[in-house]
């Protein structure tokens, strides 16, 4: 199994580029940032604090791309991944040139995990309705997915219209045989067990990354099925729970699953508070019997679940 790290970074904590190296260091196989544009003062307070994260952590947090290009210059092998970017807050033609050059110019190493969205206020100050952020999202998806597939790309959809254009770098995962119809960086899809969220998955998705991870056992037989009746069933089907607090029995729980990568939660803070947080985590990297980080998606015992990894 192997195991990566997530943390809500802002200003004031260790920087990506820092805690990128001892994350690769100590054998993790990933390191994924959240994304927040902004924190709109009539609705400052999220709807549940997530343990180890403080409401200033909200305000504060950097910008994913910018901090994962920082630990791209400095890390080798280390896969980086945003959990979650927000894509219906960005133009889509933007976004797919801002992951294909960090692709790029990291050789291939990028997951773009992507959500919907709790902050009503915070979508509707990027002009979308929230009540139609999930169909944005979508489009904005397909889109980007077009232009790094294509030498000559156009999207037309209900909301994105792209005329036939130019766009370069491709990623260097643009024509990655895990997901054939689907090239480009892959696409995990982050969210609870519901109809939503799944179709997300079988529609352009690469994997599915429910936070925390509780429930995936009874959920795992639904979105198989959905899966394969979608056409996707000799593809690796990827499940990653995401902001895991570990413990060794949850862990077991999730290897016996068939789960092949999991992303621990790492409070954010300054470097002599964030390391030693860091060293409790890896703690459990022998224990799970982690694939070292050159494996690439899918690889490796139990990188997928469902689509021809049963």
Not at 55 to 81: K, Q
Not at 85 to 99: E, S
Not at 220 to 236: D, H, I, S
């Amino acid at each position: 199994m192997r195991l990566g790290v997530t943390s809500l970074l802002t200003d004031r904590s260790m920087s990506p580029d820092q805690l990128a190296v001892e994350v690769e260091g100590r054998g993790f196989a990933s390191l994924f940032l959240p994304e927040h544009t902004h924190l709109p003062v009539r609705a400052a307070d999220p709807p549940a604090i997530v343990e180890g994260v403080r409401p200033d952590d909200y305000r504060r947090s950097i910008d994913p791309f910018v901090g994962l290009a920082a630990a791209a210059s400095v890390t080798r092998e280390l896969r980086l991944g945003t959990g979650v970017c927000l894509v219906a807050q960005h133009d889509p033609v933007v976004l797919a040139k801002q992951v294909a050059t960090l692709d790029h110019l990291s050789g291939g190493r990028v997951d773009l995990g992507i959500g919907f969205g709790w902050n009503r206020a915070e979508a509707e100050d990027h002009g979308i309705a929230f009540g139609r952020r999930r169909a944005v999202a979508g489009e904005n998806v397909r889109c980007m997915q077009a232009l790094w597939a294509d030498d000559v790309a156009e999207f037309h959809g209900a909301l994105v219209d792209l005329a036939p254009c130019y766009s370069w770098p491709k990623p260097v995962q643009r024509a990655a045989p895990a997901l054939p119809g689907r090239p480009g960086v892959p696409v995990l899809v982050g969210g609870g067990a519901t109809p939503a969220v799944f179709d997300a998955v079988v529609g352009y998705g690469a994997g599915w990354t429910p936070i925390g991870g509780a429930g995936v056992a009874a959920a795992l037989p639904e979105l198989t099925r959905r899966w394969e009746e979608a056409g996707r069933g000799n593809e690796p089907l990827r499940v990653v729970p995401f902001g895991t607090v570990p413990t060794v029995g949850k862990l077991a729980h999730f290897a016996d699953l068939g789960i092949g990568e999991v992303v621990l939660r790492l409070p954010s803070g300054p470097r002599d508070e964030m390391l030693p947080l860091l060293d409790e985590l890896a703690g459990h990297l022998a224990r799970a019997g982690g694939v070292p980080p050159t494996a690439g998606p899918g690889d490796g015992p139990g990188g997928g679940v469902g689509g021809g990894r049963r």
